[in-house]
């Protein structure tokens, strides 16, 4: 009778051993030797032992992607409870047009600007040379021109864009801050400026983008197009404009590099970059954090439609 408290490695033993000794020929007629068995039943254990291991190894490996997929789901179902949407799908399309158009113009304009510099030959090589760098940047001029267009007609036809130019509007408030700023940073105020949807930074460099592309791109069309522009302008007038060009990318480039990349990326408190231009959301510790004043109106109006 089969013994029912047999575990299932010992029966797949018992049954390849069988099943070795049957298919193993035997010595004159003669019935395997104890000896030969044993092994069998050695080589059975060793083999089975091993793809055991193989598969007790995989099905722990599967438990715990199991458990870190559903740790992962867990923490952004977690995170996004608790997130507040700030810049729409529109609003983000914007930012990566123009900041996409500025790095392209950055990397093709600085070598034409500094063209003794070994880093500028090292990159207009790479390019492959002036008509190359000119037809890129070109492009990168066309990206930017896109962007205006598409966030001058966004903020006149669309209601997140009208209340977010009246929003970045300068006001005394702003003005206050800068210095209750000062004040916190050198210890002589205990809290820093509370701010609505945007910061004084924030509107800082959002008019910097306005003036900066009143400039480049005035002064870029004017080079450009100069056989059109000289028909009805003087030669210092394109003069003019190909310094301010050359000047205003030196200026937007450092701005960038010093004062929004500081503020959006390299600050400690956001370190190493923010993603905010991705996803266009913010988390609630963020938002009580930088713009305690918005969260506060969206709280309020919350609880006035639960009423």
């Known amino acids: 009778m089969e013994d029912k408290h047999k575990t299932a490695k010992e029966k797949l033993i ?11 020929p035997d010595q004159e007629g003669k019935e395997l030797s104890e000896e030969t068995k044993q092994l069998i039943r050695n080589e059975a254990i060793k083999d089975l032992d091993a793809f055991l291991d193989v598969k007790i190894k995989n099905i722990h ?22 997130t507040f949407q700030r810049f729409n799908i529109y609003f983000r399309i914007q930012h990566i047009m123009l900041f996409s158009s500025v790095i392209i113009l950055i990397i093709t304009g600085l070598p034409i600007k500094f063209p003794n510099s070994a880093v500028s030959k090292f990159v207009m090589s790479i390019m492959g040379g002036i008509s190359t760098q000119g037809i890129l940047h070109r492009i990168g001029a066309a990206l930017l021109i896109g962007f205006y267009v598409f966030h001058t007609l966004y903020t006149i036809f669309h209601k997140d864009g009208r209340r977010d130019f009246v929003q970045l509007l300068p006001k005394p408030k702003d003005i206050k801050d800068v210095f209750q700023m000062i004040k916190y940073f050198f210890g002589f105020a205990k ?54 060009h050359s000047d205003e990318a030196l200026l937007a480039t450092l701005t960038i590099v010093i004062w ?11 370190f190493p970059g923010s993603l905010v231009w991705w996803h ?23 609880e006035g439609k639960n009423v």
Do not use: C
């Not at 963020?286 to 109106?297: A, R, T, V």
């Open 14 to 24: 018992e049954e390849l051993s069988r099943y070795a000794a049957g298919v193993l």
């Open 280 to 302: 266009g959301k913010l988390t609630k510790e963020q938002m009580i954090d930088e713009h305690p004043l918005e969260y506060e109106k969206i709280m309020k109006g919350k």
């Open 191 to 244: 809290d820093k400026p509370k701010f609505d949807r945007f910061s004084y930074i924030e509107k800082f460099d959002y008019w910097a983008v306005y003036w900066g592309g009143i400039v480049m791109v005035g002064s870029g069309l004017i080079m450009w197009f100069h056989n059109l522009a000289l028909s009805y302008f003087p030669k210092y007038v394109y003069d003019i404009a190909r310094e301010a």
């Open 61 to 82: 490996k599967l438990i715990k992607n199991e458990q870190a997929l559903k740790a992962k789901l867990d923490k952004k179902k977690e995170w996004q409870k608790d």
């Open 260 to 270: 929004h990349f500081y503020n959006v990326h390299f600050n400690p408190s956001r």
